[in-house]
C-alpha cells in the first residue's frame, strides 16, 4: 500500500536533516495518513479512503465528499475515488 492520499495525491517527499555544524543526512517526510470513511449525500452510501489530515480540512470546507469530488481533477485521485466521482456524476445527472 503506498503512501499516497487517495484524494489529493500528496505522497512522500525527501529532503534533509541539517545538524547544528550544518551536517546534512537524506530524510523522508511522510503525509499525516488517516484510514476515514466519508458519506455521500447524493448516493447515500459510504467510501473508506486514505486521506490525509490536510485533505480531510479541504473535504470539510468545499462542503463534503460530494463537492470535493466534483471539482476534483481526476489525474489527483486514486482508482477508488475516480469510480466515486463517476457515480456520483452520473447521480446527479439522473436526478437533473
Known amino acids: 500500500?503506498?503512501?499516497?492520499?487517495?484524494?489529493?495525491?500528496?505522497?512522500?517527499?525527501?529532503?534533509?536533516?541539517?545538524?547544528?555544524?550544518?551536517?546534512?543526512?537524506?530524510?523522508?517526510?511522510?503525509?499525516?495518513?488517516?484510514?476515514?470513511?466519508?458519506?455521500?449525500?447524493?448516493l447515500r452510501r459510504s467510501f473508506k479512503f486514505r486521506v490525509s489530515a490536510g485533505a480531510l480540512r479541504t473535504v470539510d470546507h468545499t462542503g463534503g465528499l460530494d463537492a470535493f469530488l466534483l471539482k476534483a481533477k481526476d489525474d489527483t485521485l486514486s482508482l477508488a475515488a475516480r469510480r466515486a466521482k463517476r457515480d456520483i456524476t452520473k447521480a446527479k445527472a439522473a436526478t437533473a
Open 1 to 42: 500500500m503506498s503512501r499516497r492520499c487517495e484524494l489529493t495525491g500528496k505522497g512522500v517527499m525527501t529532503g534533509n536533516n541539517v545538524s547544528h555544524a550544518k551536517n546534512r543526512t537524506r530524510r523522508t517526510f511522510r503525509p499525516n495518513l488517516c484510514k476515514v470513511t466519508l458519506q455521500s449525500d447524493i
